[in-house]
């Protein structure tokens, strides 16, 4: 199982904060590819310009291997001060 939660805007548009997903992806491509398919407007979200994915609490880049028991979260761009 994996454990998917998505922060700010994302959340927002999704209408949830986090959930279980069984069974676990096999990437984070194939997780982003699941998510934009059950809902298009989250998808679209996730594809946009600085959004970020941490896996097991570390930010990651690119596609990687997920793992049963991994928590993705899904970040939306940062913005400074």
């Given at each position: 199982?994996?454990?998917?939660?998505?922060l700010?805007?994302?959340?927002?548009?999704?209408?949830?904060?986090?959930?279980?997903?069984?069974?676990?992806?096999?990437?984070?491509?194939?997780?982003?590819?699941?998510?934009?398919?059950?809902?298009?407007?989250?998808?679209?979200?996730?594809?946009?310009?600085?959004?970020?994915?941490?896996?097991?609490?570390?930010?990651?880049?690119?596609?990687?291997?997920?793992?049963?028991?991994?928590?993705?979260?899904?970040?939306?761009?940062?913005?400074?001060?």
């Amino acid at each position: 199982m994996t454990k998917v939660l998505l922060l700010g805007r994302l959340r927002d548009v999704a209408g949830w904060r986090e959930r279980s997903i069984d069974p676990a992806p096999a990437t984070l491509s194939a997780l982003r590819d699941l998510l934009t398919r059950e809902d298009a407007a989250l998808g679209e979200a996730l594809a946009g310009r600085g959004v970020q994915a941490a896996v097991n609490k570390a930010v990651t880049r690119g596609d990687i291997a997920l793992n049963p028991g991994d928590e993705i979260a899904f970040l939306p761009p940062m913005s400074g001060g």
